[in-house]
């Protein structure tokens, strides 16, 4: 949707991303993704009669490193609240979540704005709670129930109002799912629901403050979708106040088949939940010694990893935004460079060598699967070696490429590729010399040009060279000997 001369958007989300924890938020049944429907389920999940949840540190601690990384304030004291409802894949219910006493309040998320600059997208909380189960429906018109992931720890961050225009949107939530990654409290898969967002949408008259009616949409399962639905939502909102209708609060459900959202059902506020504090846990009592340990072990967050590879590594600005967007291509090009070595400028002439192959032929061969890096099969220390033997004159760049691509299928090492293709560039000086006077006597009227002014037929020298030496002549010695030879025939003027 382009931008309203009449209308603004106004936009809060609300992002729960599942954490990695190995077991669920209350109970020692397993939180693993993918196992076959209701085997990951124990009395406590399942609600049982006379249960009592026992909570997971690790959710605690995840969230610790959440609210620390988005600069939020760390509540001494928190408590967990029923969220009263009913629904199929809730056995209990009631979820466990956070409502009047959350553990982490305000921070903020830092986007780069595609005009440029950046803005600071203002946090209302981040809380703890669990997944609710997953109804699905066959083909039969029937609807299971997997309660697997019910009791599976998530924490919920939730935005205030202050997102401008569906691609902000999706710029915040790239943002959130970066950090949560860097900070290995989530996958980040939105496919598989591991990163899931829902948007509070309202439109009101471009300069004004009040706060329109304000629509829910979900089930946005990728960032294109999210702005996809967030431009159909906008539009219908101004369509319908400018047709003289009324804007109802009601939650939507995106059709990104149709490329529409549809009422799923009217949007209820939180008296409708019935909140209360949950008799059966204790409140969560973080100290300032906890802080400071989860302090003292968060990693390197983007910003300051991007930051160092432009001031310590030397790299293009450019080069550190795409090597950082993912913290597995950021882990896979340190360990490149580290199995480079060197120091001071080797170090840095070593990490664009590095970063020019991770950007072009490692992204485009690992492709969605870039988040994680897992199971590549070229890894840092082959692609070292072979960085190193274009170094050493081993092999050209062009050879390079072949070598990457049977790399990039089998998962060899480059140094056996090159023996057994043989491949190795030749440097021998004679030999460039044979083919450079061959090539040189059979393409007398090229000679001529070149020696009539006319610089960009060298190129057709050195490619016609490389031919006869089946690209393995060393390019560096056969511009040489190329220059030198040319430049010794007198011109015919």
């Not at 300069?207 to 089930?219: R, S, W, Y």
């Not at 008296?271 to 989860?294: K, N």
């Not at 031919?467 to 015919?492: D, F, H, Q, T, Y």
Request: net charge neutral; with cysteine.
């Amino acid at each position: 949707m382009k931008a309203d001369e009449e209308f603004e958007p106004v936009i809060g989300l609300e992002v729960h991303a599942q954490l990695l924890t190995q077991t669920k938020a209350f109970c020692g049944c397993s939180a693993r993704f993918g196992d076959e429907p209701n085997t990951n389920v124990c009395p406590v999940c399942l609600g049982m009669p006379g249960t009592l949840p026992v909570l997971n540190v690790r959710l605690v601690e995840f969230i610790l490193r959440m609210g620390l990384a988005a600069g939020s304030r760390i509540a001494a004291r928190s408590v967990f609240a029923r969220k009263n409802y009913f629904y199929p894949d809730l056995p209990k219910g009631y979820q466990i979540s956070q409502h009047d006493a959350p553990i982490c309040a305000g921070g903020g998320i830092d986007i780069d704005l595609p005009g440029g600059g950046t803005k600071r997208i203002a946090l209302a909380r981040i809380h703890m709670e669990e997944d609710a189960g997953k109804s699905v429906h066959d083909q039969d018109a029937d609807t299971l129930v997997d309660l697997n992931r019910c009791g599976v720890p998530l924490i919920e961050i939730v935005s205030e109002p202050e997102i401008s225009s569906p691609r902000e949107a999706s710029l915040y939530l790239s943002r959130v799912r970066q950090l949560v990654t860097y900070l290995g409290i989530c996958d980040g898969n939105m496919e598989e629901g591991s990163l899931r967002c829902d948007a509070n949408v309202s439109v009101r008259p471009r300069g004004t403050t009040p706060l329109g009616t304000k629509t829910e949409v979900k089930n946005m399962n990728s960032f294109r979708n999210v702005e996809r639905a967030l431009e159909f939502e906008i539009g219908r909102q101004v369509r319908l106040i400018r047709d003289g209708g009324t804007v109802v609060q009601e939650t939507l459900l995106w059709d990104a088949d149709r490329n529409v959202a549809l009422p799923m059902r009217s949007k209820e506020e939180a008296h409708d939940y019935r909140y209360f504090p949950d008799p059966d846990l204790a409140a969560v009592r973080v100290d300032d010694a906890w802080i400071d340990e989860v302090k003292r072990k968060l990693p390197e967050l983007p910003d300051a990893r991007r930051r160092r590879f432009v001031a310590v590594l030397g790299l293009p600005p450019y080069d550190a935004d795409v090597l950082t967007a993912e913290k597995g291509v950021a882990d896979y090009f340190e360990e490149t460079l580290d199995a480079l070595g060197g120091e001071g400028p080797v170090r840095a002439q070593n990490a664009k060598a590095a970063s020019n192959w991770v950007m072009t032929d490692i992204l485009r061969v690992a492709g969605a699967g870039r988040a994680s890096m897992k199971g590549f099969p070229v890894s840092p220390a082959h692609l070292a070696a072979m960085i190193r033997m274009i170094a050493d004159g081993t092999i050209s760049g062009k050879i390079a490429k072949e070598v990457f691509e049977d790399m990039a299928a089998t998962g060899g090492d480059p140094r056996v590729i090159v023996e057994r293709k043989g491949l190795v560039q030749v440097s021998d000086q004679g030999a460039i010399e044979r083919a450079v006077d061959a090539v040189i006597g059979s393409n007398l009227p090229q000679v001529q040009k070149f020696l009539d002014g006319n610089q960009k037929v060298f190129g057709f020298f050195v490619g016609e060279t490389m031919k006869i030496m089946k690209g393995k002549g060393n390019p560096k010695i056969v511009n040489e000997v190329l220059r030198r030879k040319l430049g010794a025939i007198p011109s015919r003027r």
